[in-house]
């Protein structure tokens, strides 16, 4: 399998890993040097603002206490499309555009009998990814989600 080829497998099998809250597999894509973060542009206050960043042991420890949360259950289901590959041949990496938006298929919402079942548009943004590409493997050396939106709704401490 080529580079680009190994680097979108790893991107698409991301989201699917994702949407299924298989966060041990989704971690298993990762280098142990990996480092995650969810970002957007204020133009507010002409910062960024980051709601959330980890490395791959803050992640796992963090996922690990997701159950003992007080969440919104409703599952993400992530439309991702790989816009660039760009290949480093000689530092074995590669780094990676992708468009994302997440649907929120809601379970209960506010008013359950009424919203119950509903998807909802949750958020619209980029996965930044540089990925580790060594032995046939591509592993994902860090991701930024670069979101558009400001204000996310309940259930946001999981990743995206």
């Not at 699917?16 to 995650?36: A, I, N, P, T, V």
């Not at 003992?68 to 439309?79: A, E, F, M, Q, V």
């Amino acid at each position: 399998m080529d580079v680009y080829a190994l680097v979108r497998d790893a991107v698409y099998r991301s989201s699917l890993l994702l949407d299924r809250q298989d966060w041990d597999g989704w971690l298993s894509l990762c280098d142990e040097k990996f480092q995650y973060a969810i970002r957007a542009w204020s133009p507010e206050i002409n910062k960024d603002l980051t709601y959330l960043a980890h490395d791959l042991k803050g992640l796992a420890s963090m996922i690990k206490l997701l159950p003992k949360h007080n969440t919104d259950h409703s599952p993400l289901t992530r439309h991702t499309s790989l816009y660039t590959v760009d290949v480093d041949e000689a530092a074995q990496s590669a780094k990676a555009i992708s468009s994302v938006v997440v649907f929120q298929n809601l379970l209960d919402g506010i008013n359950s009998h009424i919203d119950a079942g509903e998807s909802r548009l949750f958020l619209v943004g980029k996965y930044i990814d540089t990925l580790k590409v060594d032995g046939g493997k591509a592993s994902f050396l860090s991701r930024e989600v670069r979101i558009e939106n400001r204000r996310l709704d309940k259930g946001s401490h999981w990743p995206i």
